[in-house]
Structures are given as C-alpha cells and as structure tokens.
C-alpha cells in the first residue's frame, strides 16, 4: 500500500479519513491494525480489499493492482485473492453452513474439489457435525467460524478481517482468534485484522495504530 | 452448491416477499389475459349466438318478390318460409311491438304453428305481456310486384293485418339476421300467410342446410317475376312489376340475338286525356315504339281517335297524363304532339296486347269498372269510350317515339313495359333463361351462416378495450410488483455486498436477482392464468350486469381460449422481468461498503427538480395549445395528463430527498421526514395512487351528458314499419295517410334500405349497413354539425351530389360509427355489395350513428327497388312535441309508426360510451384499491424496519396513541400527496376539452370515491400501528 489517501465530501468541505498511508506486507505476515472508532480502520480494509477505491495513492497485491483492473475483473480478484471476515459474519440466513462456505466458488474459475475443501474447512474450525445447519441455529462464534471458512475456501492470499471477535464473548473470540491464526499459518497468506480489542492485537507479531489518518507502529 | 442451490434457498427463505412479487406478476398477467379473454369471449358469445339461432340453416336463397315454394325442392334440404318485417299488437293490453320479424312456416321449419296460431318468441311474448290463447294482430307489408312509387302501385293499403291466437312460445330462437338482443320473432303458419298476402304457393325465402351455395339454375323466369306471353307472330316478354328493367332488356335483347330473333321494346302508358282542336278522349292508352313513325314530337293516331278528335296531320295534340314522382305526390303533366300519321285500326295499330296486364284495368270489361290506384274522374267517361274499351279493349289509341315515350314515362324501375320478340320461338325462353343472372333479378343466395360467423368477430374489439380499461390496474400491480422487488432488495442490501465482497461481479449478481424475478415472473404468470380466468369471468359478469348497457344482451359468458391466456402469461412474465430489471438498474451506483452498510443510493435532487420544470413547462404548453385549438383535445389531454403526472411526481421525489436533511418540526415535519427516508418507495407509492386517481377523475369528465347539438334541432324522429309513399307535409298526402291538420310540424322524410346497425348498440360487424337518404331540400339547409368533412366546406351535405373520381358513392357517416364500428377513415373508399362508397363526411356525435347518409339521388339509382320513406325527422314546437307524437302514432299505427325523441335517441348511444367510461372508471378503482395495498405494504415494511425505533420510543414513555399519530402521519402525507396529484393533474389535463364540451364532475361520487380510499389508508395505518404495538417489546429492541 502506498500513499493511500481517503477523503470524503461533506458541505464543509473535503474529510480526510487517510492521508499517505503507506506499508508493505509479505506473505505469511499477520497484522493487527487498531484506532479509535472513526479513525478509518475500517475504510483502511475496504480499500485493501478493492471495495472502496482510495482518492489517491496504489495498492498491489501479488503485482496486481486492483483498482486498475475492470468490475469484473475486480471481481474476479477479490474471489481469488482475498478473503472477508466481517465483524457481524455477514452469513446468508438462506443457506446451510455448507452452501455458506461454498458462495464464493460459484464465481470461482476453477471450483473443482471446492466441496471436499469446504468440509476439511468446517472441520478445522470445529463444525464438521454442522453442516446442514442455518446460520440462525448456530451461536455468534460459529458463525464467526463459518465466516472465516468461507474467507479460506478459495485459498486467498489476502485475508482481511473487520473487528471478527467485536460479537463475540471471550470464550468465542478466543476460539475465534486461534483459529484464524492458526489458519492463516496454514495457508501462508496475508492476514490484517482491524480491531478494537487489545487483547486480540496481542497475538498479532505486527500491529499497527491509525490516528490522524496515518499508521503508526503501536506504541510508537 | 450450485447457482441454482443459491436461487433455491433465495426464493424460499425471501418467500413472504417474493409471494407479493408473485402475486404481482400473477395480477398484472391475470388481468390481462383476463382483459383478452373478454374479447374472445364476447366473439365466441356472437358466435354462439348465430349458430343458434341460424340452426342448420346456412345458406338463404332469397328475393323481394313471391316466388314458388317448389323451388325449395331442387336445393336437396330445403325449408321455404316467408320472412317479413312487420309489427304485432295485443289488443287486451294495448300494447304493440314494432320491427318484428314475421316468419310463415310450417312443419318443414319445425315445431310450427297451426290454424289460426301464432307463437311468439319469448322476448316479443314479455313485450306485448301476451299469455297463451290471447288474440293478437299481427301486420305485414302486403307484397305487391307493382312498384308502389310507379303509377300503377296500389299506396293506399299497403298493409295487411291478420288476427291470430297466441298458441304459446316459440320453440326456438330463430333469426337471420346477427343480432345480440333478444329476438323478436312471431311464426305464423305458412298457408295461412300465403293466403293472406294473396301468394298461395309462394314463398320469399328459403332456408338451405349443408353443401354448397344452391345452385339456382333451377329457377324459372316465373321465379323471377318474368312472363313470357305468347301472342300471334310474337313473344311478348313482360314482369310481375309491370316494367322491364334496363337490365332485363339488355338480356332480353341479348337472348334473342343469340337465337337471330328480332326484338321491339315497347312503353305503353296511360294518358288521362289525349287532347285536339278543343276536344278530348279521356282515359287512353298510349304505346311508345321505336318503330312509330314520325319526328321526336310526332304522334301517330287511330282512325277512331282522329275521328272523335276532328284531327288531321299537322294538328297540335296534348297528352295528359299522371307522373308519380319520388317526393310522394302524384303529378298530372301534359306533353304537346303533332299529328304525324292516322293509321286504320288495323294489324300492329290493331294490337290489344301492348299494354301488360294492369290489375283493376286490363281485365275490367267497362271503363267503369276500372279501379285504378290513382284518382279517375268517371264523369269523363263517354258512351263512345265505354264502346271503344268493348270493342277494342287495351288497343292503344295513340302512338309516339319510344325515345319521347322513355323520357315523358321512364321510372326508376324500368323504361318499358314489354319486349316483342319475333319470330315466336320454342327456344327463346331458355334461352333467355340461361341469359339471365337471378341476382340480376333479385333472387338471391346469402351465406347467412358464414356472414353471420364473420360478423361475429364484432365491430369493437373488447379484448382491446377492455386491455385498455384494465390498463391502469396493470399498471398498478406492476408498480407494486417492482415495489415489492425493490423491498426484497432492499432487505437484502447486506447480502448483496457480502457478495461482493466474496467476489461476485456486479453483472452477476444482477443476473443473479433476474434470474430471482425470471422464476417469479413464471410462477406468477403460471398464477396468472387462473387470475386470468377469474378476471375474465368477473368482467364478463359486469358486461351481463353492471356494464350491460355496452352491450345490450345477457347473453354473453366466458369462452376461455388458449391463445389468450398464453399471451396474458407471456406478457405477465415479460412485464414482470422487465419490471424487477428497472428495479435492478438502481443497485448500480451503490459502492460494495454502501451495500454492506445497507444503504441505496442516494443521488442529487437537482435532477429530479430540473426534470420536474421542464415537464410542467411543456405540460402547460401543451394546455395552452389546446385551449387555443392548436393542439387535438385528445392528445392535449394524453400529452399534457402524462407530463403533468410525471412533473408532479419527479417534483416531488426532489422535495423529499430535499426534506431528507432537514430538521424536523412537528408531526408533518416527522412524517415528511420518515417518508423521505426511503423517497423512492414513497414515489412509487405516491404514483400509483396518483394515476388511479388522475384516471378516475378525467374519466368522469369526460362522461357524456344532455347534449342536444346532435340532434339538429329537430325534437322528434320517426320509423316505420311499412313505407309510407304519400308526402305527409301536403293536405293531399295527409289526407291519404289519415293524419289529422297539426300546427307547425314539418315531416323531413328519409329512404331507408334496411340493414346493420351501424352503431356501438350493434355487437356484430355491420357487414352491410342502413343506408339513409335525406331529401334534397334537408341537404341545402342542414343543421347538424360536423367533425370533419372532404374537402372542408361551409355545408358538407352538398358534397352528398358531388360526383368522386372512380364513380364513388359520396357518403356521410356519425364519427363515432366511422371510427369505432366501422373502422373507416375519412375520405376512405369502401365496398358494400359491389358498390363502391367513399366518406366524404363525419357528423360529429349526431343521431344518425346507426346508418350512412347518401343523397336520395344516389339511393334511387342503387336501391330502385326500396320504396317510400320509413325515416323521419319531425319539427314541432317543444311544448307540443309530446301530443304530436300520440297523434301521429295513433294515425299512422297501420303502418307501425313509432316516435321517439332524438334526445332519447342520442341518449341511447351516450349510455354505450358512459357504460364503457364505468367500466373504465370501476377497473381504475380496482387499481386504486391496488395502490391502497401497495401503500399498506409500505407502511408494514417501514413500521417493520422501525420496530427497534418504536420499542425504543415505547420504552420511553410514547402511547399507542402517539405511535399511530406517527405512522399516520406519515400515511396521510402519502395518500394526501396521491390524491392531490391525480386530481390536481386531472382537472388540469381535461381543462380544454371540458371547456369546449362542457361536461361536468360528478364531484359527490368522486369525493365519495376518494374519502373511502383515504378511508382505507387510514385503517391501514391504524392495523400496522397496532402490529408494532402488540409485537414484544425486548425482542424487538435487541432485534437486528
């Protein structure tokens, strides 16, 4: 990420949520990115994730950069490369568990094995016996398990995860966290987290603060 | 998992929303195809119509005159009958039916009368209110082969009443001709009527089952009314009417050529009195030939005549004579001669047989014992005359040029009163026979079933109409089934931009929805079709019912057909998808944060301002044109309606997305507020109660009212049944009818050719319409008014005389019947039974809807054989109209003389075209009711997606009381915002035509109308005021 800026129009004139925000991450890194609400973190993600384009500044991924790419192949990027994890899971009540895990492949150029992968998923983060379920029968941790399955099916190497604990009770978020990290070890991709909870931020090796719209190493 | 595991779990966990876009669908393609089905069900309904009452009857060989009843035997299954126009009356009730159709059968025909019997079908027998064994008198035309406007046709009782005792009812419903009312029909025994009308063996008409068109070779000259009498050195070709038609002379002529026969025409008339020197022979015949000798004023004389004359060559003689003329009065003219020639009575001088046989003369063996038709002064008659008719008979006394002959005595009906052919030949008749086309001789063969089956497909399409009828209900379900996509959406923004972020292309996903919607538009549509059927049941219900004056028959009912409803179902799902794509195009814009965030785009309201003013502009700019009679009514009114709707509402979206950000203030400042929340919901609400109400609105102004413009001026009009050939505006022709002196009413007599009723009371496509002809004085001063003429002129009556490039009959038609029924333009040709007419112009909203005008001219040359005038319009001053018409029903009733008022007249079709504006109006009301749904739906939606907003506003302290003045509030706004743009709008938009027609608002029904649906909305409000209220309290404040 390199000189990311982000503003908003408001009748008073422009908002600057970021300002030169730049840094650079391997592959097999873990970061944790943590500010006040407001500050932008999530803005900060949306922008890593090619969701929000920035006012200015690039991101590359893997050499690519997204926002040069066509809503399609945007599209097709994020499916491949990155990987969601909203603090609110964002799972769709329609679907079973399984089906949840498996939305991303069916936009996915090659989706072959993408069911046996799914299941070893659902197995790894403990819901191997909840297959069939609906969201709506599984509690908030689960769902925050599904989530992160599904963020892996298609093998990204950018995982990007919005406050995945913030819902959650120590117990959960501890499971939760664990299993994100050890997932993410697993598969030697990227992993930010933007959160709020110190204690999650902890078992990050990187962590990073975002105040008056730029990073910061923690502590700094 | 496959996308089709994906729409699966979509359509049946979203299924409470996606059931409302489905009944959406099904409602739109139901009321469609159901509109359709009216259509189809209305041509299957004639077409049953005809079937039944036609039987197996399928062909009509048929002729103005008697001809005889053996002919039926030649045409295999055969039934011969007489079928005559006629009235019939029931003494013990007073009553009296006018235009019945007389039928003489006998066990041929079916179930038939006997003796002295008449059955009647059941509508005639409600009618006259008749029980079985009640004496009736029935009246017909009495035939007569003898023109009735010739001089010779007996106009003095031309009716022939016959009393008969009702034996009960008919056993069917037998007609010829296409008619959706009930038939009125009386069936008589066949002998009894042919003896009545003095046709013993005869027949006018029979009825032919299965095969081909009858083969009328089989017909004699007899049957055609010709007589061949045979005479010493020659044939004498002679007609029933007395008078040999140019065609007939033509084929005569022809016939004897082709056997190398000569032929002599021949004219012979009756002078009154051939006059010389001061002297006069009264009572004469006269013989015009081609062979008489002489210059064009030479007339040749008998030795007998010259004699009693003192005449000698070179001496002046007049010829005194009646012309009956075609304006009802009989003439006596006088022609100058000089005497060419006095022959002896002696070889062709000597011939008795020129003259035909002209009943209560030729036979009489004394002059005074003739009974002419017309007036005979027998005080003229001398001893020397009675002594010259016994010993000479009809030996002409006098001889003139054929040419001269022709053109003192030549009537429409013929030039002549017979053909010599010579030499007699054994061969001549068949001759001619074969030279001879039947039709030539009015003897027809009609395909009555196959014409009947094609009038059945209806002169007005109400598959068409009542598509447009149903329109706005379309409309409606369609707005409310994007409205209820657009809300799925909406719930479901979130999953949209998990999607997304998951890495499903905006396309995608789009398709993703339509395939969503492509599934709900076909198990709609599949919905639909049994809508359809429901639809189409209920609107066939209103046509038997509440719509029943459109259509003047009960006799309709549902014929469901495949095509229809498979069309409703393809329409409902191509609707319906492009209805949910409309709704998809709005996702666009929306960043995948936004999506996430649940949030729709919200653009500038500069736009929506900016298209709001420029529709208003042009709006009133097309107002202003109309007004100013720059621009049609009608499409000022469409134009000027649309845009004013789309200004109202796009004005309007633009404040609420304005209001979006304003503070709040007060209960309407909240309720503006909570409506701007979500504008494009509250627009599409707004608009569809907008259009519901704009459509109820101008309707009603544009209902027709008391307007007499149509009527001429003229009070009363008047039909008969029989002709009446005497002119009723002279003492003499009074006096004739019987009608008693009447101050200051004028009679304006029409010729009328019987036929379809060329106007909307007419179900059935007028294959060959009434022809009108006006006298030559109505068309120099007409008063009625004109929507358009060919070329423009100050009176296009005139235009009537006017001769057309091609020979085309000018011909003026009622607007309303040239467009609607007729489906003619102005200026457009047409043909109608070989002739060729053209429109030259187009009354506007007159009396005279259910035939076309053309001048008496034209109708005479066409119709020769349509006598006398059956058509009245009658000036009376107003305050005596009513007793004018007692008078002069009671005077003319022998000739089923039947007034009404031409407001009543008018009255008549203005109910067809109000009826069609209820029938608009009600469906318009169904599409409100629609809109009142969608409105409540809306209301449930928000108040579901506020339920934390208002637990919360419980929790601190509100009351129900207040949480409905809150939700109501922000209901009223809507519907007030809805009522207030369709009326507004459609008070606007009718302004120009309203001026000009002066119609009017029925201002209690509607306010009635609209206070219910405010009523409606405001019930809504209170049902989902008190959902909220009654849901528990936590759940919902830790709902998401």
């Known amino acids: 990420m390199s000189q990311i800026a982000k503003e908003y129009p408001t009748p008073r004139g422009p908002l600057s949520i970021l300002s030169g925000v730049s840094f650079s991450l391997r592959r097999g890194n873990a970061a944790a990115i943590m500010g006040p609400s407001g500050a932008g973190k999530s803005t900060l993600l949306y922008i890593l994730g090619g969701l929000e384009r920035a006012s200015s500044g690039t991101v590359t991924l893997d050499g690519r950069e997204p926002f040069a790419l066509s809503e399609k192949e945007l599209a097709a990027f994020r499916n491949q490369s990155i990987g969601f994890i909203f603090q609110d899971h964002c799972l769709l009540p329609q679907c079973s568990v399984l089906e949840n895990v498996l939305a991303p492949t069916l936009v996915a150029k090659d989706a072959a094995g993408a069911v046996d992968r799914a299941r070893d998923l659902l197995t790894q983060v403990g819901l191997g016996d909840r297959l069939e379920h609906r969201p709506a029968e599984l509690s908030g941790g689960e769902k925050q398990r599904v989530a992160l399955a599904r963020a892996l099916i298609n093998k990204p190497l950018l995982l990007l995860c919005d406050e995945p604990t913030g819902n959650l009770d120590q117990a959960s978020a501890d499971v939760v966290a664990a299993l994100l990290l050890d997932l993410h070890r697993r598969q030697e991709s990227i992993l930010i987290v933007v959160t709020h909870s110190a204690e999650l931020a902890g078992r990050f090796p990187l962590r990073y603060e975002l105040r008056n719209a730029n990073l910061h190493p923690a502590g700094a | 998992m496959r996308i089709s595991t994906l729409l699966a779990r979509n359509l049946t966990w979203y299924w409470r929303t996606n059931l409302a876009v489905l009944l959406g669908v099904a409602t739109a393609s139901g009321v469609l195809g159901g509109a359709l089905l009216v259509g189809d069900s209305v041509r299957a309904s004639l077409r049953d119509l005809v079937l039944a009452r036609l039987g197996d009857t399928d062909y009509v060989v048929a002729r103005n005159g008697f001809f005889r009843e053996e002919l039926a035997a030649s045409f295999g299954s055969a039934r011969p009958i007489i079928a005559v126009s006629g009235m019939v009356a029931h003494p013990a009730s007073g009553r009296r039916a006018l235009g019945v159709q007389i039928y003489g059968v006998d066990g041929r025909f079916g179930a038939a009368p006997e003796g002295q019997q008449i059955l009647l079908t059941a509508a005639l027998a409600a009618e006259l209110g008749a029980k079985a ?57 066949l002998a009894l009527l042919q003896r009545q009308l003095g046709e013993v063996g005869k027949v006018n008409t029979i009825l032919v089952t299965g095969g081909g068109a009858p083969d009328l070779r089989a017909a004699t000259l007899a049957d055609l009314g010709i007589k061949i009498r045979t005479l010493a050195n020659s044939l004498s070709v002679e007609t029933d009417t007395t008078l040999v038609s140019d065609a007939l002379a033509e084929r005569v002529t022809a016939g004897a050529k082709s056997l190398g026969l000569n032929t002599q025409p021949i004219l012979t008339y009756l002078a009154n009195g051939i006059r010389a020197n001061g002297r006069e022979i009264p009572y004469s015949l006269v013989t015009a030939l081609v062979t008489a000798p002489g210059a064009e004023d030479g007339i040749t004389l008998n030795e007998w005549a010259a004699r009693d004359l003192n005449a000698k060559p070179g001496d002046a003689v007049w010829l005194d004579y009646y012309v009956w003329q075609s304006d009802g009065r009989l003439h006596t003219e006088s022609a100058q001669f000089r005497l060419a020639h006095v022959v002896p009575i002696a070889g062709a001088a000597a011939d008795r047989d020129y003259a035909p046989e002209y009943p209560g003369i030729t036979e009489s063996n004394s002059l005074h014992d003739w009974d002419p038709p017309f007036p005979l002064d027998l005080h003229r008659v001398r001893p020397a005359d009675e002594q010259y008719w016994k010993q000479y008979r009809a030996t002409p006394k006098a001889f003139i040029s054929l040419a001269r002959g022709q053109q003192l005595w030549g009537t429409r009906f013929g030039k002549l009163t017979s053909i010599r052919v010579s030499p007699p030949s054994p061969k001549f008749a068949a001759a001619l026979r074969a030279a001879i086309d039947p039709a030539q001789m009015g003897l027809s063969v009609i395909p009555v079933k196959a014409r009947g089956l094609a009038a059945s497909q209806g002169a007005t399409d109400f598959g068409e109409y009542f598509v447009y009828f149903s329109f706005f209900l379309m409309v409606s379900a369609l707005l409310l089934t994007g409205l209820f996509f657009k809300l799925g959406i909406e719930q479901r923004m979130r999953e949209i931009g998990v999607l997304r972020a998951l890495g499903f292309s905006m396309a995608k996903i789009r398709t993703l929805f339509l395939l969503e919607g492509a599934a709900l538009a076909v198990a709609g549509s599949l919905a639909g079709v049994a809508g359809a059927l429901a639809y189409g049941e ?271 009959v000018p011909a003026i038609a009622d607007a309303n019947s040239m467009t609607y029924v007729l489906h003619l333009n102005l200026g457009e040709d047409f043909v109608l039974n070989g002739t060729r007419f053209q429109i030259v112009g187009a009354l506007r909203d007159s009396l005279f809807q259910s035939e076309l005008l053309i001048s008496e001219k034209n109708f005479l040359r066409l119709f020769p054989d349509v006598e006398g005038y059956r058509f009245f319009l009658l000036s009376a001053p107003p305050q005596t109209a009513q007793a004018v018409s007692g008078t002069l029903e009671e005077a003319l009733a022998d000739y ?26 009600s469906l318009g009301a169904l599409g409100l009711v629609l809109g009142t749904v969608g409105l409540a739906a809306i209301l449930l939606r928000n108040v579901l997606e506020r339920r934390r907003e208002l637990a919360l506003l419980r929790a601190v302290g509100y009351r129900p009381r207040h949480l409905a003045g809150l939700v109501l509030a922000e209901n009223l706004l809507l519907l007030t915002m809805g009522l207030a743009t369709g009326t507004v709008c459609a008070l606007l938009a009718v302004a120009p035509a309203v001026s000009v027609r002066g119609g009017q608002f029925p201002v209690a029904s509607l306010g009635l109308l609209l206070a219910a649906v405010l009523a409606t909305g405001v019930g809504a409000s209170l049902a989902a005021t008190r959902a909220v209220w009654r849901s528990p309290l936590t759940a919902a404040l830790r709902s998401e």
């Not at chain 2, 005497?726 to 200051?744: F, K, V, W």
């Not at chain 2, 009543?904 to 075209?913: I, K, P, Q, T, W």
Request: contains cysteine; positive net charge.
């Open chain 2, 896 to 921: 089923g003389f039947d007034i009404q008022t031409t407001e009543a007249r008018l009255a008549g079709f203005h109910r067809v075209e109000n009826t069609y504006l209820s029938t608009f109006r």
């Open chain 2, 133 to 189: 064994g009640d004496a009736l008198l029935a009246r017909v035309e009495k035939p007569s082969a003898i023109p009735l406007e010739s001089l010779h046709g007996r106009k003095d009782d031309t009716g022939k009443t016959i009393r008969l005792t009702l034996g009960g009812a008919a056993a069917r419903e037998f007609s010829l001709n296409p008619q959706q009312g009930d038939v009125r029909a009386a069936f008589v025994p």
């Open chain 2, 538 to 808: 209920l609107m066939v219900f209103g046509l038997r019912t509440w719509w029943m004056g459109a259509v003047s028959t009960r006799l309709i009912s549902l014929h469901p057909s495949l095509a229809s409803l498979a069309m409703g179902a393809m329409a409902g799902i191509v609707t319906g998808l492009a209805t949910i794509a409309w709704t998809l195009r709005k996702l666009e814009p929306v960043t995948p944060r936004g999506l996430l965030a649940g949030d729709m785009t919200r653009g500038s309201p500069k736009r929506g301002l900016l298209m709001g003013i420029s529709a208003a502009i042009l709006a009133f700019g097309m107002l202003g044109a109309a007004m100013l009679g720059a621009l049609d009514q009608t499409a000022g009114f469409f134009g000027a309606g649309t845009l004013l709707l789309i200004a109202a509402l796009t004005l309007q979206y633009a404040l609420l997305k304005r209001r979006s950000s304003a503070m709040i203030g007060g209960w309407a400042g909240l309720a503006l507020r909570n409506a701007a929340w979500r504008p494009g919901r509250s627009i599409l609400c707004i608009a569809q109660i907008a259009c519901a109400t704009f459509l109820i609105v101008s309707v009603d102004a544009f209902r027709q009212t008391g307007d007499s413009a149509g009527t001429g001026g003229y009070p009363l009009m008047a039909e008969s049944v029989l002709p009446l050939i005497h002119d009723p505006n002279t003492a003499a022709g009074r006096e004739a009818l019987n009608i008693p002196p009447l101050a200051d009413v004028q009679f304006i007599p029409f010729r009328l050719r019987p036929g379809d009723d060329a106007s909307c009371l007419n179900l059935y496509q007028p294959r060959n319409p009434r022809i009108l002809a006006p006298p030559a004085a109505f068309t120099r001063n007409a008063h009625f008014a004109f929507a358009d003429s060919v070329p423009r002129t100050a009176n296009p009556w005139l235009l009537l005389d006017t001769p057309l490039a091609g020979g085309a």
